[in-house]
C-alpha cells in the first residue's frame, strides 16, 4: 500500500525491498503479487522500470481511462479511484501491460500474466501473475473519513 517514503530513494531497506521482490517475481512465478500504489511502484522499479517524482500531487478521487486491456479486466470503461501520491511510474517495464491513464500519472495500473504472456487477440485472458494500481482501492469512504479526521487533529 501506501508509505511515506518514495519508491526511488537510494537507502538500505528500500533497495531491500525491491531486491527482494524482483527475486520473488522471477523466483516463484506461482506467487500472485498485488502492488498498490508504493507497491506498485517498487514493483515497477524492481522489474526494470523506474519510479521517480511527478511534480505533482494527484489527489483524492480520480477518474482514471482504461486501456482496452484495462476495460477486459476491469469490465469498464473507466473506474474511480482514491488517489494520494507525488510519484509515479513514467512507463511501463518490460513484460507489462499499461491497464489505465490518468492527466496527472500516465501508468495507473500495470499488469504482467503468467508465464509472459500477451492478452492481445485471445478471448480468455491468461492467468494474472502481478497486478498493479497507482490509486487505493482499499480507500472506503470510512478510512478516508479517519484519515481526514487524524490529520485534522495533528493539524491543530
Known amino acids: 500500500m501506501g508509505s511515506a517514503a518514495s519508491a526511488y530513494e537510494d537507502v538500505e531497506w528500500i533497495n ?3 531486491s ?3 527475486r520473488l517475481a522471477t523466483t516463484k512465478p506461482q506467487i500472485k503479487i498485488i502492488g498498490i500504489c508504493f507497491g506498485h511502484q517498487i514493483i515497477a522499479r524492481a522489474l526494470g522500470g523506474e519510479c521517480v517524482p511527478n511534480g505533482k500531487w494527484e489527489v483524492g478521487v480520480t477518474e482514471v481511462s482504461l486501456t482496452p486491456l484495462g476495460q477486459r479486466i476491469f469490465g469498464a470503461d473507466t473506474f474511480d479511484i482514491e488517489q494520494m501520491h507525488r510519484d509515479h511510474v513514467p512507463t511501463v517495464p518490460p513484460t507489462f501491460h499499461l491497464l489505465g491513464s490518468t492527466p496527472v500519472s500516465q ?3 500495470m499488469v504482467r500474466f503468467a508465464d509472459g504472456r500477451a492478452a492481445v487477440g485471445s478471448d480468455a485472458l491468461p492467468p494474472v501473475h502481478i497486478l498493479t494500481l497507482q490509486g487505493h482501492p482499499e480507500f472506503t469512504a ?3 473519513k479517519e484519515i481526514v479526521d487524524v490529520a485534522a487533529i495533528h493539524a491543530m
Do not use: E, F, H, R
Request: charged letters at 10%; proline letters at 0%; a positive charge.
Open 20 to 22: 527482494w521482490t524482483a
Open 142 to 144: 470510512g478510512i478516508v
Open 16 to 18: 531491500k525491498l525491491v
Open 107 to 109: 501508468n495507473q495500473g
